[in-house]
């Protein structure tokens, strides 16, 4: 099975108006709940396409109930640690209008040391089980900045495999833990290593230099590029699909982590990967894929090969 | 005591961000959550004035239960009747830069007949052992039209005098059951009597003529307008006070339950009232009122005799 972490589980909520116009009251008609949270968003894909996959993290209070119920209702193995703090929500307010969102992300519950300690053993238990260990989004209040590192070294001491989605300080402080896989967007690729936004070959290589094993960067409609030790390249969608970018990042870790379970070569994993970012653009809610639509353009992914020196294996 | 009754009592939370941003990401870095819905504001100004009061209304599922449990922790009385539906919430936006608020709304649960019927007998029992009864707010889908003026019929067989602030259908449709006392605000006027905002008078009138034995119109800055059995007035505050003016109706309507239960003549209860409307609008949250500013003003406030005939005695 494969492991998705969430140590900041959310419960999504979206409000659908007509128009957001700040500084007025809105009806809101309708309002849709679901577990959230990047890592929750990974292991339903990976159950769309059939996979096993078990959700862990930390949940909490009554929002906390809410997300395990709707787990429970998507048929997610739940394996989530229960805190004293309560979950956050996020708020996704969508204009009919014009399908425009705007998102308010609460921080998340503090995690106290005992409850991190408890994670660490559940965790040890679960990871000793899975074929890949994907660690995903923000870190709630409380818990020790290299929090993600140490459940790294924790998957590399099991033999499992690692796929790291994560931005700011979490990202920087796990890589010297040795991340087998880390996919940063081109925000978080610019942010974690303080190089402008359009020299994503050279930001690539500064998070390998500083222990990425492999990177690849999810760059919105331009795919994603990869350097890894067996090579370098580039995946690019073959048309442009529109829809809310929203659970793209999520699909293709998803895809990241099955081609690692099942050992594929690359640039499989690479067409896979674009193909199922694709398949989540069109759906309107993260965590959805439309499998008709990674079907029909996963071999028809563009790929180039980059023939980047491998300086980092 | 006297009864509030809140049909779509609501858990009010806040969120604080540093500037709404349509279509953009927010980090909220502050959320409030309470009990609120107007009638829930109501019974708070007049327990923070010493007046015995007790909520009643509608209230169900997981955000019922943060409801309940925040009357609890606020020493209010709870006697709210349980439904299978959830509890809405309203959401309010504050941006840090402006103080600016954007409010979201949801309808509300639906309401089923049996519960419904389960409320009315409710009702009666509280209602007999009430001074004054206030029928606060917006109506949850699923009830009659009429909903106010059944238990406007029902605390006027018990004896007890009654308010009511709601709007549109809900207003309209209550007035044959003889309210006695109706508190629009100009836009709920205007609405309910298809009379232009500017002509305020004779829109309390086409109020009275419906059915309704007082109204006293909240018309924001510009104070109270009375039209009542014992004569009019307007009552104007002395000075501009600044700030959020969500709760001002609110703590508008305890004064006035509070002078019906005291049988007070109208000026000084007018007087109380916009006094108390103020001591509302300096603090940030609705529900609570300055007692500072309450005492200070309350013996400021400008009342205008308006000689108006009673034609509606």
Redesign the interface.
């Known amino acids: 099975m494969i492991l998705t972490v969430t140590l900041n589980a959310a419960l999504d909520v979206t ?1 659908l ?1 007509d128009r ?10 309708t ?1 849709h709940r679901r577990a959230g949270g990047k890592g929750v968003n990974v292991s339903r894909v990976l159950a769309a396409l059939g996979r096993e996959t078990v959700v862990t993290g930390l949940v909490g209070g ?1 929002t906390g ?2 997300l395990r119920a709707d787990l429970a209702t998507a048929g997610l193995r739940d394996e989530l640690l229960t805190v004293a703090g309560e979950s956050r929500r996020t ?1 996704t ?1 969508v ?1 009919r209008e014009d399908g ?8 998340g519950p503090p995690v106290a040391p005992r409850e991190w300690a408890a994670f660490r053993a559940h965790f040890t238990r679960l990871a000793g089980h899975a074929e890949v260990v994907v660690l995903s989004g923000s870190v709630p209040p409380g818990l020790p900045a290299d929090v993600y590192g140490r459940l790294l070294s924790t998957a590399r001491a099991a033999g499992v495999p690692t796929v790291l989605d994560t931005g700011g300080t979490a990202l920087r402080a796990a890589l010297p833990a040795r991340p087998d896989v880390v996919k940063p967007n081109a925000a978080e690729l610019a942010a974690a290593t303080g190089t402008p936004a359009t020299d994503t070959a050279a930001a690539v290589d500064t998070l390998r230099a500083a222990g990425a094993r492999s990177v690849v960067a999810s760059l919105g409609p331009a795919g994603l590029r990869a350097h890894t030790p067996d090579g370098a390249w580039r995946a690019v969608p073959p048309e442009h699909l529109g829809g809310n970018p929203t659970g793209a990042g999520d699909a293709c870790v998803a895809a990241l982590a099955a081609g690692l379970a099942d050992g594929r070569p690359w640039p499989d994993v690479l067409r896979d990967a674009v193909a199922l970012s694709a398949a989540a653009v069109v759906c309107p809610v993260a965590g959805d894929v439309d499998t008709t639509t990674y079907r029909r353009l996963r071999t028809a992914v563009r790929l180039e090969d980059l023939h980047a020196p491998d300086t980092h294996r």
Not at 20 to 26: A, D, I, N
Request: without cysteine.
């Open positions: 409000y108006v957001l116009r700040p500084h007025t009251s809105h009806r809101v008609d309002t009554p109930d809410l708020l307010v204009s425009d969102a705007t998102v308010f992300n609460q921080p």
